[in-house]
Nanobody
Framework: QVQLVESGGRLVQAGDSLRLSCEAA????????VSWFRQAPGKEREFVAG????????AYADSVSGRFTISRDSSENTVHLRMNSLKPEDTADYYC?????????????????????WGQGTQVTVSA
C-alpha cells in the first residue's frame, strides 16, 4: 500500500495555471503507475493524466492534452500535475491514484478500478 498526499488545489480564474502535487508517504513510487483523476459534481470519475514512474512514459485524456503536464520529481518522490489554460469545465475534485505494474510495461491504465491506492483529493475551482 502507498499512502498518497495531494496538495495544490484552490480557486483560480479561467486562463490561469495551477500545479497539483502528489507525494508518496513512506515509500517510493518505483514500479508504480501514478495517475490523476478528477470528479465533478454529478459526474463519474475520469482519467486526466498518468505516468509510469520507472519508465517516464505518460498518457493524457484528450480534454487536457496540450494544456496539462504530468511529471515526476525523484528527489521528493512526488508526482506533479501542471495545469495551464484552465477552463471552468476543469472544475472538479482531483485525485491522485497509484497501482503497481510490471516494470517493463509501458501501458498506463485509465480505469479507476485498476488503482488500489488513492489520495484524499484536492479541490480545483476555475471561475469564468
Amino acid at each position: 500500500q502507498v499512502q498518497l498526499v495531494e496538495s495544490g488545489g484552490r480557486l483560480v480564474q479561467a486562463g490561469d495555471s495551477l500545479r497539483l502535487s502528489c507525494e508518496a508517504a513512506g515509500r517510493t513510487f518505483a514500479n508504480y503507475t501514478v495517475s490523476w483523476f478528477r470528479q465533478a459534481p454529478g459526474k463519474e470519475r475520469e482519467f486526466v493524466a498518468g505516468l509510469r514512474w520507472s519508465l517516464g512514459t505518460t498518457a493524457y485524456a484528450d480534454s487536457v492534452s496540450g494544456r496539462f503536464t504530468i511529471s515526476r520529481d525523484s528527489s521528493e518522490n512526488t508526482v506533479h500535475l501542471r495545469m495551464n489554460s484552465l477552463k471552468p469545465e476543469d472544475t472538479a475534485d482531483y485525485y491522485c491514484a497509484a497501482c503497481w505494474a510490471v516494470p517493463t510495461t509501458v501501458y498506463i491504465t485509465t480505469t479507476p478500478i485498476d488503482y488500489d491506492n488513492w489520495g484524499q483529493g484536492t479541490q480545483v475551482t476555475v471561475s469564468a
